[in-house]
């Protein structure tokens, strides 16, 4: 039977991560969204914590990394704030595809600027996963690939992509032309300035606006082929796919947590009629649907995290990993549109994040 039960070092990290969130990310969220962008000081204080830099201690990293420790911080900093949540662990995911997937001199290449000391912070990396037309599953990744020699000619288009415009690596996952399924998938570093690559910036967001994304357009895009991490199909690129995907499940189960936690308390202060409006029935079962629900989709992510750090066959970490993500992130839009609910007019003005929190989540999806 599997035990989910975190260890004593992964409980002092979540720890850790709910003081950064509650003390950093909550008071940062709204001037974060305002600016488009988070501070380079908040930025800076994450990385002196080493909770974003799960790389090998050779590369002056935090050490090995482990889904369920990532699947804990990511609810945490996403309890915290959503937005800063992806802005962050968003820029991890290139660098650790290179950890999982590449070679080691790829590792050497990509790897040490993001653990040094002084300016690892200024440092960010990407991940284009999700196609223009589709979404964050295995299946759907279309964009494709194939070699000419020692070049790769890429094709499609990827969108929603953090830290498109200005990441390195910027690694692209993409399918060898003419497969299907989980055989073909490939994954490239694709830098500043190639042939073919266009980037159009992302504006006027709905929501995850602290969050700098962009559209990458493949036209045969010429790579050359020492920039494809390890081989078609290999394991690694897998395991990134799905770490990325587990990483949405943990920011989406953490703002679902920040809603439920918000609503409730709003609902015990709010008096209406004479007594708070948490004690009507109406109030009291949409709090308590949303907690069940949450639980829920916590257990699937915990279940998706221990497949991966068991190194379970890829067909059940990926059935494991899209099963939380689709769950997670419909229980985040439902939590937090039902924060607006009980919180009523007061859920669409300002003062609060309830309505931040709302569209965030939706741009997540």
Request: proline share 4%.
């Given at each position: 039977?599997?035990?989910?039960?975190?260890?004593?070092?992964?409980?002092?990290?979540?720890?850790?991560?709910?003081?950064?969130a509650s003390e950093q990310l909550r008071p940062h969220g709204r001037e974060s969204e305002r600016a488009a962008s988070v501070s380079p000081a908040?930025?800076?204080?994450?990385?002196?914590?080493?909770?974003?830099?799960?790389?090998?201690?050779?590369?002056?990293?935090?050490?090995?990394?482990?889904?369920?420790?990532?699947?804990?911080?990511?609810?945490?900093?996403?309890?915290?704030?959503?937005?800063?949540?992806?802005?962050?662990?968003?820029?991890?995911?290139?660098?650790?595809?290179?950890?999982?997937?590449?070679?080691?001199?790829?590792?050497?290449?990509?790897?040490?600027?993001?653990?040094?000391?002084?300016?690892?912070?200024?440092?960010?990396?990407?991940?284009?996963?999700?196609?223009?037309?589709?979404?964050?599953?295995?299946?759907?990744?279309?964009?494709?690939?194939?070699?000419?020699?020692?070049?790769?000619?890429?094709?499609?288009?990827?969108?929603?992509?953090?830290?498109?415009?200005?990441?390195?690596?910027?690694?692209?996952?993409?399918?060898?032309?003419?497969?299907?399924?989980?055989?073909?998938?490939?994954?490239?570093?694709?830098?500043?300035?190639?042939?073919?690559?266009?980037?159009?910036?992302?504006?006027?967001?709905?929501?995850?606006?602290?969050?700098?994304?962009?559209?990458?357009?493949?036209?045969?895009?010429?790579?050359?082929s020492s920039q494809m991490l390890g081989e078609p199909g290999q394991p690694g690129i897998v395991r990134a796919a799905t770490l990325y995907q587990?990483?949405?499940?943990?920011?989406?189960?953490?703002?679902?947590?920040?809603?439920?936690?918000?609503?409730?308390?709003?609902?015990?202060?709010?008096?209406?009629?004479?007594?708070?409006?948490?004690?009507?029935?109406?109030?009291?079962?949409?709090?308590?649907?949303?907690?069940?629900?949450?639980?829920?989709?916590?257990?699937?992510?915990?279940?998706?995290?221990?497949?991966?750090?068991?190194?379970?066959?890829?067909?059940?970490?990926?059935?494991?990993?899209?099963?939380?993500?689709?769950?997670?992130?419909?229980?985040?839009?439902?939590?937090?549109?039902?924060?607006?609910?009980?919180?009523?007019?007061?859920?669409?003005?300002?003062?609060?994040?309830?309505?931040?929190?709302?569209?965030?989540?939706?741009?997540?999806?």
């Open positions: 039977m599997l035990n989910f039960a975190p260890t004593e070092e992964q409980e002092e990290i979540r720890s850790l991560a709910r003081s950064l908040l930025l800076r204080t994450l990385a002196q914590t080493g909770l974003t830099t799960p790389f090998p201690e050779a590369f002056g990293g935090s050490g090995a990394l482990e889904a369920m420790t990532y699947a804990l911080i990511a609810e945490e900093l996403g309890y915290g704030d959503g937005a800063i949540a992806m802005h962050v662990l968003g820029s991890m995911l290139g660098p650790a595809s290179v950890v999982l997937a590449g070679s080691e001199q790829q590792q050497r290449t990509y790897i040490p600027p993001f653990c040094d000391e002084q300016s690892g912070h200024t440092h960010t990396g990407s991940l284009a996963f999700a196609e223009r037309t589709g979404g964050y599953t295995l299946d759907e990744v279309s964009t494709t690939v194939r070699r000419e020699g020692n070049t790769c000619i890429l094709n499609g288009t990827k969108r929603d992509v953090i830290h498109g415009e200005v990441s390195n690596p910027r690694v692209v996952l993409a399918r060898l032309e003419g497969t299907s399924g989980l055989e073909g998938l490939c994954a490239l570093v694709v830098a500043d300035g190639t042939p073919g690559m266009r980037v159009t910036p992302d504006s006027h967001k709905l929501g995850l606006n602290a969050v700098p994304s962009a559209a990458l357009i493949f036209e045969n895009a010429r790579v050359d587990m990483v949405r499940v943990g920011v989406a189960c953490g703002s679902a947590s920040a809603g439920l936690e918000y609503a409730a308390a709003y609902a015990r202060e709010r008096i209406a009629f004479g007594r708070p409006i948490v004690s009507y029935q109406g109030i009291a079962f949409m709090i308590s649907e949303m907690a069940m629900k949450l639980d829920a989709a916590r257990l699937y992510l915990w279940r998706a995290a221990t497949s991966w750090d068991q190194g379970s066959e890829l067909a059940t970490l990926v059935r494991d990993a899209e099963a939380a993500q689709h769950q997670a992130l419909k229980i985040a839009k439902s939590a937090t549109i039902d924060a607006i609910q009980i919180l009523g007019g007061a859920g669409f003005i300002q003062d609060h994040p309830a309505e931040m929190w709302v569209r965030n989540m939706a741009a997540l999806d």
